[in-house]
Structure formats: C-alpha cells, structure tokens
C-alpha cells in the first residue's frame, strides 16, 4: 500500500512537470557563440507569446499593415516622411514601413501619438537615411537625423547618418546626431548609426540593441535610457582631442537607467579613448564579455573633473578581453565585478524585454 501510495505521487509530480510552462532562461550566456540560438529560443514570435506580451502590443501585432516606400516611385511613397505622415495618430496596428535601397536625404520624426511603427530594411541592400542638421541649427537632441518618441518602435537593417561635419572644436554648436529615441520599448537589430559628437541619444525608455553598429567621437552614445547592446561594434574615430564612449545621464541612484554591454567590441582609431564619463552625478554604465581594444585609455573611465562624483558613479567592467581590458592602471572608482554583481545586468529582465522584444521582422 505504501508503495502505490509512493506511484502515485510520483506519478502527479511527473505530470505537473509534464503540464508545466517551460521557463527561459533571460540569462545572457557567457559563450558569444551561442547568442543567436539562446536569443531565438527566448525571444520567441508572437504565436508563441501572445499570453505573455503587454496585450496592446498583442493585438498591434495581430494585423500587421505594410506600407513600401521605393525611391523611383513604384512603391506606396517615394519618401519615409510621407509614409510615416500616412500613419493616423493612435495607430493601435503595427505598421511596417518596408524602405527599399537607396540613400534618402531626409530628416525624420515619428511622434509620440504614433506608436507601433516598424523601419524595414533589406539586409542584402540596406538603405540609408541621412541629415545634416546640428545643435546650432536645430540643438543638439532635435539634430538627429531619425527622431523616435513613440512606443513599441522597431528598426531593422537600416543605416542612419548623420552627415554634418565633424567637429574641430572652432564650430559653434557642431553636435550632431544621428538617432534620438525616446519613446519605450525599442528594438533595433543590424543597424548603424554613423555621425561624430553625440551620435546616439539614447534618451529614455526600455531600449534594446543587437548586431549594431555605432560610430563616433566624443560621448556618441548618450542620455539616461535603460538599454542592453548585444553583439555591437563601437567604432571611436580618432581626435586630436578627447574621445568618450559614453555618456549616461542617471541623477540619483534610484533611478533604474544605465547602458549595459554584452559581448561587444570596441574599436576604431581613436586614441586615449575614454568608455565613458561622469556627465551626469550617478551615471551607471556596464561593460561584460566585451573585446576592448588598445585605444581606450588605461584609466578605462574619467570622472569629467568632478572628483565628488567618483562615489556616486557606476562604471562597471565583467569578464572583458582584449588589450583595452586590463585593470591594471584602471581609475580607482572602476567596479571589477564579481558574478553576483555582475547577474542582474547580464539578464533580459534588466529592459522588461519579456513584457514586449520580439524578434527581428522578416522581410517584406
């Protein structure tokens, strides 16, 4: 009796396990070379997730509407601009605005009342949108050449440019960026982003970056977004004067914002080149698994010459590699971190990426 009694049991605890949700790790792995099969197997497609996405993000996604912009006219729109124009405010549907090859001379905003649009691009013919505006025309975060504050935006195979000249530090108001995205929820997958002086805003929201590519000079990925770059390149142009990676805008160590590296490379021609620096009072930013090149400065980090900041600062480096990843003669206020302290930065869950990521959108 004791022994049937054992069966049973035995028998229950198999089919709950049997029954049970699988859960996915959101656990970056430590091997770049099993990034791709790890991303696929956790960013599932919506058929898979319908349960588990924010249900306007769901329902968007149930419907897709296609739009084609084709620089020779064939397509629905022969510019972004009038293709993003056509999109009602408070679209509910996702929008996939597929954008043939070629190089459009635009300057391009999608408002915060236009969320759920997708920039498509093709990976064998990636097309390019590129501006010149600069912080002396326009100031500097409203210079970007692609300008995103909408929710739930996806771009793909797409180049963004911004092509104002490069700064030689006698310009006035010579910033120029490429993108600024503000709104949330934000996936961006085999992008570049080309300009010099604060190229990237990555201003604020939930943003996540993959297989991308970001050029520039001095603080080029910058602003206080909540964001995770897997598998990118930063290539730092060289200077005569200061180069800086980054520079993350976090004001309190309450807030939750911080840029987070995952096995990416750091390279380019700069010289003396600094990962990032204290802008702002509790900038946080992470570094793990990522291939470091000789062109960053020994001391890794710079406090901006505010040295009451080297305590309140979070400049954090994790099983890095390459020349530029020694600690030895690293700034004093550089965290080495241990795996425990390295965890929850090296997890999905770190963007509430379960909550709306989806994979990169096929093509069109």
Request: charged residues 20%.
């Amino acid at each position: 009796m004791i022994g049937n009694v054992k069966f049973e049991v035995c028998a229950v605890i198999c089919t709950i396990l049997l029954l049970a949700p699988v859960v996915l790790s959101q656990t970056i792995p430590a091997s770049k070379s099993q990034l791709n099969s790890w991303f696929s197997s956790t960013i599932k497609p919506l058929s898979a997730r319908k349960d588990s996405l924010d249900p306007e993000l769901a329902t968007a996604e149930a419907e897709p509407q296609i739009i084609k912009v084709k620089k020779d006219g064939s397509g629905d729109f022969d510019t972004i601009t009038k293709a993003i124009a056509s999109v009602p405010p408070g679209n509910t549907k996702r929008v996939i605005i597929s954008i043939g090859l070629g190089v459009y001379e635009e300057k391009v905003k999608i408002d915060r009342m236009k969320p759920f649009i997708t920039l498509l691009g093709d990976a064998q013919a990636i097309p390019n949108i590129t501006f010149d505006g600069t912080a002396k025309k326009y100031g500097t975060v409203d210079s970007a050449t692609l300008i995103v504050e909408s929710d739930y935006f996806v771009a793909s195979n797409i180049n963004i440019v911004n092509s104002a000249p490069k700064p030689d530090g006698v310009m006035e108001g010579a910033q120029a960026a490429a993108l600024r995205i503000s709104g949330s929820m934000a996936a961006f997958y085999n992008c570049k982003f080309i300009g010099y002086q604060d190229t990237l805003c990555d201003d604020r929201g939930y943003h996540f970056f993959k297989d991308c590519y970001i050029y520039g000079t001095v603080d080029f990925i910058f602003g206080s977004g909540t964001s995770i770059y897997l598998n990118s390149e930063l290539y730092v142009e060289g200077d005569n004067g200061l180069t800086v990676i980054t520079a993350q805008a976090r004001e309190s160590a309450s807030e939750k914002t911080g840029y987070i590296f995952v096995h990416c490379s750091i390279t380019g021609t700069g010289n003396g080149t600094y990962l990032g620096r204290a802008w702002k009072t509790h900038p946080r930013v992470v570094l793990a698994y990522t291939d470091i090149s000789e062109i960053v400065n020994p001391e890794g980090w710079s406090n901006k010459f505010h040295p009451e900041r080297e305590s309140t600062v979070f400049f954090g480096e994790y099983k890095c590699t390459g020349k530029g990843a020694s600690s030895s003669g690293r700034a004093k206020f550089t965290k080495a971190l241990t795996d425990d302290q390295a965890k929850p930065f090296l997890d999905l869950s770190f963007i509430d990426a379960m909550k709306w990521l989806l994979p990169p959108p096929n093509k069109v």
